[in-house]
T-cell receptor, first 112, second 112 residues
C-alpha cells in the first residue's frame, strides 16, 4: 500500500506569494492531520479533519493559513500571502481511527 | 509550562549500552502516550504506544509509564548506530479526540 503522499516535496517561494501544499492520505483512513515542524517550536498540529470535516483548527497560526479536504483522498494547506517565518517542514499524517498516525514525507518550504 | 517536555539532548550512548529517554506531561488526565522516531530529514514513525502504568516491551524497546508522576520513558537496550535519531514523545490529551501533542524531541547519538 502506498503511504501518505505529499507534494511538492520542496518549495521555494518569495514573500507575498501564495503557497499550496497537497496531501493524499492512506486509502481507508478517515482522519487527516497537518503539522508544521521547526527547530524552535518542534512539531505543531495545525488542523485535523475527520471524515473530511475540520475538527480542530486551533493550531492554525493566522488567517493567512487555510486548509480544505474536499474528499476522502485529498487535502490542501494554503498560505496566502506567505512570509519568511512560514519557512518550515509541513507534514501531513493520516489515521484509520484511534491515535496511530502515519506521516507523509513532508514538504520543505522556504519563503525568501 | 510546556504540555509535553523532553530534554533536547544531544544524548550520546555507547553502542551496546542502554539508552534512556524521558518525557513529562502536564495534563494529568492524559491517557495515551506514544514514542515516535525521526531520522534526520525524514518523517516521524511510530515505534511504541503505552496506555497503562508499568512497562511495555517490544523487542529492544521498553516504554515505561507512571501516571502519578506524569512521566513516560523509553529504554533502548543493546543500542545500535541505526538507533541514532530524534525521539519524539507524544501525548493524547483528555478530550483531544485523536489530537496528539508532541514534545520537541531528544536527539540520540549511538557511538560505535
Amino acid at each position: 500500500d502506498a503511504g501518505v503522499i505529499q507534494s511538492p516535496r520542496h518549495e521555494v517561494t518569495e514573500m507575498g506569494q501564495e503557497v499550496t501544499l497537497r496531501c493524499k492520505p492512506i486509502s481507508g483512513h478517515n482522519s487527516l492531520f497537518w503539522y508544521r515542524q521547526t527547530m524552535m517550536r518542534g512539531l505543531e498540529l495545525l488542523i485535523y479533519f475527520n471524515n473530511n470535516v475540520p475538527i480542530d483548527d486551533s493550531g492554525m497560526p493566522e488567517d493567512r493559513f487555510s486548509a480544505k479536504m474536499p474528499n476522502a483522498s485529498f487535502s490542501t494547506l494554503k498560505i496566502q500571502p506567505s512570509e519568511p517565518r512560514d519557512s518550515a517542514v509541513y507534514f501531513c499524517a493520516s489515521s484509520p481511527g484511534g491515535e496511530t498516525q502515519y506521516f507523509g514525507p513532508g514538504t520543505r518550504l522556504l519563503v525568501l | 509550562q510546556k504540555e509535553v517536555e523532553q530534554n533536547s539532548g544531544p544524548l550520546s550512548v555507547p553502542e551496546g549500552a542502554i539508552a534512556s529517554l524521558n518525557c513529562t506531561y502536564s495534563d494529568r488526565g492524559s491517557q495515551s502516550f506514544f514514542w515516535y522516531r525521526q531520522y534526520s530529514g525524514k518523517s516521524p514513525e511510530l515505534i511504541m504506544s503505552i496506555y497503562s502504568n508499568g512497562d511495555k516491551e517490544d523487542g529492544r524497546f521498553t516504554a515505561q509509564l507512571n501516571k502519578a508522576s506524569q512521566y513516560v520513558s523509553l529504554l533502548i537496550r543493546d543500542s545500535q548506530p541505526s538507533d541514532s535519531a530524534t525521539y519524539l514523545c507524544a501525548v493524547n490529551p483528555p478530550g483531544g479526540n485523536e489530537k496528539l501533542t508532541f514534545g520537541t524531541g531528544t536527539r540520540l547519538t549511538i557511538i560505535p
